[in-house]
């Protein structure tokens, strides 16, 4: 059974930081791409960033480029996002999705994501 759980959400205010993980079962973490999502209320879930299996090559969305990073270590199966310099628009409910990775392009896999963790920037 796939299992994975984030943390690290919470409420912050604008310019702060926040360091998400989110902790991987039952997949073979060390070869699976994996990427942070975000959904804030009434709109879609879009792509954060993406980190490929060895952790060689990442992809951030512009909006938050300069600002996140995402890292992994496969030793404790483990995927990261340091958020700095927060801003108010950050503000939602991020999820870690297990993807498949192909011309550049992240594909999330259908099922294999974590409840999410909420953050909240404001003052």
């Known amino acids: 059974q796939v299992q994975l759980v984030e943390s690290g959400g919470g409420l912050v205010q604008p310019g702060g930081s926040l360091r998400l993980s989110c902790v991987v079962s039952g997949l073979a973490f060390s070869s699976t791409p994996m990427t942070w999502y975000r959904q804030a209320p009434g709109k879609e879930r879009d792509l954060v960033a993406g980190i490929t299996s060895a952790g060689d090559s990442t992809h951030y969305a512009d909006s938050v480029k300069g600002r996140f990073t995402i890292s992994r270590d496969n030793a404790k199966n483990t995927v990261y996002l340091q958020m700095n310099s927060l801003k108010p628009e950050d503000t939602a409910v991020y999820s870690c999705?297990?993807?498949?990775?192909?011309?550049?392009?992240?594909?999330?896999?259908?099922?294999?994501w974590g409840q999410g963790t909420q953050v909240t920037v404001s003052s």
């Open positions: 999705i297990a993807a498949d990775y192909q011309a550049g392009i992240y594909f999330p896999r259908a099922g294999y």
